[in-house]
């Protein structure tokens, strides 16, 4: 049965909806207060609200527009006992998708009933084919096999349509970058710029004008005025790479722009509306930017409302290099007029013997020397870069030995195989353990493990 929430102060007509509704295929659930509706909303799965307009406290236009921005997929149908041109136009207003007037017959209620839920079954079923295609998209641009790489593409699939800020974080090679244009490729702001900018790589003074703009005279060099990149960004997305070296000083009025969604040019005094979607990629453990007093807390939590951690190369397992090694292959031999079927057996193997500090844009960089290099249809060990082709394997923590042990022992070697393969990054380390960096630092106090951070 097709699951209906009742909404209504009136005593009488809500048990009498109740008892009647089941008769024409309904499960109703009946409150009689906006607030039990939100909590019932939160807990529960409906196909449609049938709310009255008026209520003691909140009443039912307020509750509809609620329920709009909290579920917009989820149709609301408004009773009133005055059925005004008015009434009707505030109930549109509010988002409802049909308006009614008391008193209506069981039958006309059903009938609206019927008409909204083959609305909702429709949006949903709009919604699942617009997710297949999204995450279709973003696998065409984004290499990944590995449960680890799953779960990101999970993850771009359901922000990329929001509007919310995302910060990405990641080793350097990571593909940060390729994660950001798939987000804004599956927006619905694909249409309109992508711009990028790299926080480490100006001082301050310059990155200030080439974000926020400047007018003509603004300092020396200023001989023109210039809209700056937030601006030329308008109704698109800009992505702040590097943002943990942004200099502490721009960061003040960085998080203005991202609360008030203005910008104010250098050396102007007017304040100019920008609509941006703010993307944010760090190769920093910001929380310990955070610590050290160069990164502000109230700007993380304005950029991270949602993050997306890309896992380093050497931790995605073979599945992931050698499905990003065989589609870089093929893309180059393309590029290049070759014909080149894939690896030979060899030298897949010495690509899962590499530890791969640079990560996926190392491992491209070299499928493309090797693409060029081979005079096979079989890329071999000799055609790899010198660094690869005369690679041997380094000894690595086993996650298995031969001899029996207890779960703390598996625990603790498996946590230092994950802090080695991490570099010591203890905090991107308690992400891929899943725990909390808390959890894991009791963890190595017991253990009696000392492991230098990043930074050390």
């Given at each position: 049965m097709k699951r209906v929430l009742l909404v209504d102060d009136d005593k009488d007509f809500g048990?009498?909806?109740?008892?009647?509704?089941?008769?024409?295929?309904?499960?109703?659930?009946w409150v009689q207060s906006s607030a039990d509706a939100i909590e019932a909303i939160n807990e529960g799965d409906y196909s449609v609200v049938l709310c009255d307009i008026r209520m003691p406290k909140t009443d039912g236009l307020a509750l509809c527009a609620e329920i709009v921005t909290r579920r917009p997929e989820l149709p609301v149908i408004l009773l009133t006992g005055f059925g005004t041109f008015d009434a009707a136009v505030a109930a549109l207003r509010a988002g409802a998708y049909d308006f009614l007037s008391k008193p209506a017959t069981l039958d006309t209620i059903a009938f609206a009933l019927d008409r909204a839920v083959r609305h909702h079954a429709l949006q949903n079923e709009v919604s699942r084919l617009r997710r297949v295609e999204s995450e279709a998209r973003i696998e065409h641009s984004l290499v990944a096999k590995s449960p680890a790489m799953r779960r990101v593409l999970d993850a771009v699939g359901?922000?990329?349509d929001s509007s919310a800020s995302v910060l990405i974080s990641g080793e350097s090679g990571t593909g940060k970058e390729v994660v950001a244009?798939?987000?804004?490729?599956?927006?619905?702001?694909k249409n309109q710029p992508f711009l990028a900018v790299n926080c480490a790589a100006m001082p301050a003074q310059l990155l200030e004008s080439e974000l926020f703009g400047h007018v003509k005279g603004a300092f020396t060099d200023a001989r023109d005025a210039r809209p700056g990149l937030f601006r030329e960004?308008?109704?698109?997305?800009?992505?702040l790479d590097e943002i943990g070296d942004m200099p502490v000083e721009l960061q003040p009025k960085l998080l203005r722009v991202l609360q008030e969604r203005k910008v104010r040019p250098v050396g102007s005094s007017q304040e100019i509306p920008i609509d941006v979607r703010f993307i944010c990629a760090t190769n920093r453990d910001l929380e310990e930017r955070i610590s050290s007093k160069q990164f502000r807390d109230d700007l993380y939590f304005r950029i991270a409302v949602v993050e997306i951690v890309l896992p380093p190369l050497r931790v995605r397992g073979a599945e992931d290099i050698l499905a990003i090694a065989t589609d870089a292959a093929h893309r180059f031999a393309r590029a290049h007029g070759k014909d080149i079927k894939g690896?030979?057996?060899?030298a897949a193997e010495r690509l899962l013997a590499y530890d791969w500090p640079g990560n996926a844009r190392e491992l491209v960089h070299c499928m493309e020397h090797a693409?060029?290099?081979t005079n096979y249809d079989h890329i071999g060990v000799d055609d790899l870069p010198?660094?690869?082709?005369?690679?041997?394997?380094?000894?690595?923590?086993?996650?298995?030995d031969a001899e029996l042990v207890t779960l703390d022992v598996m625990e603790r070697r498996y946590t230092e195989k994950v802090l080695a393969a991490l570099k010591g990054n203890k905090a991107a380390a308690a992400r891929?353990?899943?725990i909390e960096r808390r959890t894991l630092y009791r963890k190595l106090e017991a253990w009696g493990v000392t492991q230098p951070t990043e930074a050390e």
């Open positions: 048990r009498t909806l109740e008892r009647s509704l089941p008769s024409k295929g309904y499960d109703p659930r359901r922000v990329a244009r798939a987000i804004h490729e599956n927006s619905s702001r960004a308008q109704g698109g997305t800009v992505l690896l030979s057996k060899p693409v060029l290099m010198p660094r690869l082709a005369h690679h041997r394997a380094g000894h690595s923590v086993p996650v298995m891929v353990l899943g």
